[in-house]
């Protein structure tokens, strides 16, 4: 054996035997895995602790179904898209997501969207999901960056540079505050719910026209009531309303809905 020859050993994951000069990973359990196994471990992974054999296998097997996914959008061909929304009319088939290919290394800590089909959707609702605010100063001049260098003049120059400050930043300035809502497509299957989270309300909302023009399903307004038991969308509009009038909690709410969403 040479100097820096290994010893011949066995893959603990294909059985292959590795060569006394070939690569190989040293597991915690003390086996052994070939450098293509190991690799194939790796393959959405930037970096790897070595692990048990059993966790290196089952990257593999999470890895290999990750890849069988993103072949099965490879192969999907829609023939309408709107925004995330990629449809083909022919299969009845839809999905949301970006470029398949994305979903090897950009989006690689992401799940692979998953391809459904249309007839299996029962209904389909555009949900508020939350709201956050955003506040600025505003001046007559509209010079922001006066006050700005105004605040970190007087942070950097002690009370000298406070007084310089107030007397440099502009003689009138207001507060606006600016509320963003943002809001899922939440649809929903017989007995699962899929939602998307999508920001704004154009998105969603021109997704749910595209996929209401498909089932050829009308808005909720214009359905009349078949059964008197509460949808999951009734449920949550419920608890919003007691959440606007301040009877629960955002916690509340926030864990009621992902109840009545299976999440």
């Known amino acids: 054996m040479g100097l820096f020859d290994k010893p011949v050993v066995d893959c603990g994951i294909c059985g292959r035997e590795i060569g006394k000069k070939e690569k190989r990973t040293a597991t915690d359990d003390e086996k052994y895995v070939c450098n293509s196994c190991f690799e194939k471990a790796t393959l959405t992974q930037s970096i790897l ?3 048990t054999l059993e966790d290196i296998e089952k990257l593999i097997e999470a890895n290999e179904f990750r890849e069988n996914q993103i072949e099965k959008l490879h192969e999907f061909k829609p023939t309408l898209n709107v925004h995330a929304l990629h449809v083909n009319e022919d299969s009845r088939q839809w999905y949301i997501g970006e470029d398949p290919s994305m979903y090897l290394y950009v989006f690689a800590d992401e799940p692979v969207p998953q391809i459904y089909k249309l007839d299996d959707i029962i209904d389909i609702q555009v949900l508020l999901n939350g709201s956050y605010s955003s506040e600025t100063l505003t001046n007559e001049s509209n010079t922001s ?4 260098r105004a605040l970190i003049g007087g942070a950097l120059g002690g009370s000298t540079g406070a007084i310089i ?10 507060s606006v505050i600016t509320t963003t809502h943002e809001y899922d497509l939440v649809i929903f299957f017989e007995s699962s719910v ?9 998105i969603p909302r021109e997704m749910e026209s595209a996929l209401r023009k498909l089932l050829k399903v009308k808005s909720p307004s214009q359905c009349e009531l078949i059964d008197s038991t509460p949808s999951s969308a009734d449920e949550i509009r419920k608890y919003k ?8 909690t955002q916690e509340d709410f926030d864990a009621k809905k992902k109840q009545l969403l299976g999440l």
């Open 49 to 51: 602790t070595r692990g």
């Open 145 to 148: 960056s006066k006050l700005k």
């Open 165 to 174: 400050g107030a007397m440099t930043a502009p003689t009138s300035s207001a």
């Open 194 to 202: 899929f939602v998307s989270k999508c920001g704004n309300e154009l």
């Open 241 to 248: 309303e007691l959440l606007d009038d301040g009877i629960i």
